[in-house]
C-alpha cells in the first residue's frame, strides 16, 4: 500500500519567514495530494490540494509543488504568521480507487512572534 | 453552511463496553470517511462510504470494528469490547465527489 513520508516533524520560524514542508510518496498510482492544518481540538481542515496533472498550485500565501518524477511534493507558506502555528499533514491517494487518504506524520509548526 | 458534526465530542467507557460514535455529513454529500488518529499511529484510514454502501472496510484493525451509514447521510462506527489501545480520536470525513474531504471535530475515545 501508500506509505508517505513527511520532513520535518518539527518547524519553528520567525513571523515574516517562509516554511516548507516534505513529502514523499510511494505508490506512483496516487494522483491526489492535499494538505491539512489541524488546531489543538479541532478536525484537520483542508487548505490546499493538487492533483497530480499540476505541477504547482497557489492560494495567498500558500503553494504546493508536485514531482511526479520524484514522488514528492511541498508545501510552502510565505510571509508567516502567529496564526499559522499549528500541525500540518500531507496525504496522498488514488481518486478512482475510492480516495481514501494516506497520511504523513504531520509537522508541527510554531511561528515566533 | 453547517459543516461536518460528531457526537459525542468525548467519550470515556471502561474496557469490555461498546461504543457507538455518530457522523453527521455536510447534507448532500455522497461519500463519508472515517479515520482514527492517536499518539502511535498517527491518522490512519478506517472505512469508506459511498452512499450508504461500503466498498472498502481494508482499515478496520479488527472484527470488533463495524460500521454502517443508513439514508445516505448519518453513519455510525461502533467498537465492541472495547481495549485500551482503541483509545483515540475518531474523525469523520466527508466529500461531495471524488476529491476534496472535509472533516469533522472528531470523538476521543478514552478506554479506561
Known amino acids: 500500500g501508500e506509505n508517505v513520508e513527511q520532513h520535518p516533524s518539527t518547524l519553528s520560524v520567525q513571523e515574516g519567514d517562509s516554511a516548507v514542508i516534505k513529502c514523499t510518496y510511494s505508490?506512483?498510482?496516487?494522483?491526489?495530494f492535499p494538505w491539512y492544518k489541524q488546531e489543538l481540538g479541532k478536525g484537520p481542515q483542508l487548505i490546499i490540494d493538487i492533483r497530480s496533472n499540476v505541477g504547482e498550485k497557489k492560494d495567498q500565501r500558500i503553494a504546493v509543488t508536485l514531482n511526479k518524477t520524484a514522488k514528492h511534493f511541498s508545501l510552502h507558506i510565505t510571509e508567516t504568521q502567529p496564526e499559522d502555528s499549528a500541525v500540518y499533514f500531507c496525504a496522498a491517494s488514488i481518486i478512482a480507487a475510492g480516495n481514501k487518504l494516506t497520511f504523513g506524520g504531520g509537522t508541527r509548526v510554531l511561528v515566533k512572534p | 453552511g453547517a459543516g461536518v458534526s460528531q457526537s459525542p465530542s468525548n467519550k470515556v467507557t471502561e474496557k469490555g463496553k461498546d461504543v457507538e460514535l455518530r457522523c453527521d455529513p455536510i447534507s448532500g454529500h455522497t461519500a463519508l470517511y472515517w479515520y482514527r488518529q492517536s499518539l502511535g499511529q498517527g491518522l490512519e484510514f478506517l472505512i469508506y462510504?459511498?452512499?450508504?454502501?461500503?466498498?472498502?472496510k481494508s482499515g478496520l484493525p479488527s472484527d470488533r470494528f463495524s460500521a454502517e451509514r443508513t439514508g445516505g447521510s448519518v453513519s455510525t462506527l461502533t467498537i465492541q469490547r472495547t481495549q485500551q489501545e482503541d483509545s483515540a480520536v475518531y474523525l469523520c470525513?466527508?466529500?461531495?465527489?471524488?476529491?476534496?474531504?472535509?472533516f469533522g471535530p472528531g470523538t476521543r475515545l478514552t478506554v479506561l
Open positions: 470525513a466527508s466529500s461531495p465527489g471524488t476529491r476534496e474531504q472535509f
Open positions: 462510504f459511498q452512499g450508504n454502501s461500503a466498498p472498502d
Open positions: 505508490d506512483s498510482a496516487s494522483n491526489y
